[in-house]
């Protein structure tokens, strides 16, 4: 049987994925949780065979909790599961570990059998998605440490670097400041920074972010 945590922010999306989920007599869902953070604590704890994340969500996103799970627990399997197919979130899921990037609106059979092929080491992509990373992308003189940070993370720092203080990203973002702190903390851990000083003396020194 292959035990699957849910991740979502959304509580009608966690139990309508939880009641389609239990006709399969070959899944379990073993938790839940709400955002990024519970996502590592609950990886931690129930050790899931697949990881069924969301990726935009208060207090840590999917794309951060992604990275960190799969340096945390190389064992466990993610599977983003969202309804945004932007390209630099698709890229840096994959590129944090996410062994499949699929959409909201996949049909429950192809979810289902992605969950299983995943589960046995199998990329997994919804249709179209390959596609869309597979065309060109114009010239970038983009650092890689930048393209390290999730897409969230690298909206804040580009707020940090115009001088924005916590309340005015967290408006900017319409997202808590708690989740600004946080973000800011792997941020700076992200790029060897100390303050906020360091964070805008960065960005000018390796980006135009005007």
């Known amino acids: 049987m292959i035990q ?9 999306i966690r139990r309508g994925m939880k009641a389609l989920l239990k006709s399969d007599a070959e899944l379990q869902v073993v938790g839940e949780g709400k955002n990024g953070i519970e996502a590592i604590a609950l990886v931690k704890t129930l050790q899931p065979d697949v990881v069924l994340m969301d990726v935009r969500m208060p207090e840590m996103d999917g ?12 064992k466990v399997k993610v599977l983003i599961m969202t309804t945004f197919d932007d390209r630099e979130y698709i890229t840096q899921a994959l590129r944090f570990g996410a062994a499949g990037y699929l959409l909201k ?4 059979e192809e979810l289902t059998q992605a969950i299983r092929l995943v589960h046995k080491g199998y990329m997994q992509l919804s249709p179209g998605l390959a596609t869309k990373l597979l065309a060109p992308e114009p010239p970038s003189q ?6 390290k940070l999730t897409p969230r993370e690298q909206e804040i720092l580009k707020l940090i670097a115009k001088g924005a203080n916590n309340r005015e990203i967290a408006d900017t973002l319409f997202i808590s400041e708690k989740t600004v702190r ?4 792997n941020i700076f851990s992200q790029l060897g920074l100390r303050d906020r000083t360091q964070a805008a003396i960065w960005m000018n020194n390796h980006l135009d972010f005007a």
């Open 182 to 185: 946080n973000n800011i903390t």
């Open 142 to 147: 983009v650092p890689s440490e930048f393209k």
């Open 63 to 74: 794309v951060a909790a992604t990275r960190e799970i799969c340096q945390l627990f190389p």
């Open 4 to 12: 699957i945590l849910l991740i979502d922010d959304q509580d009608l």
């Open 105 to 108: 609106d996949t049909p429950f």
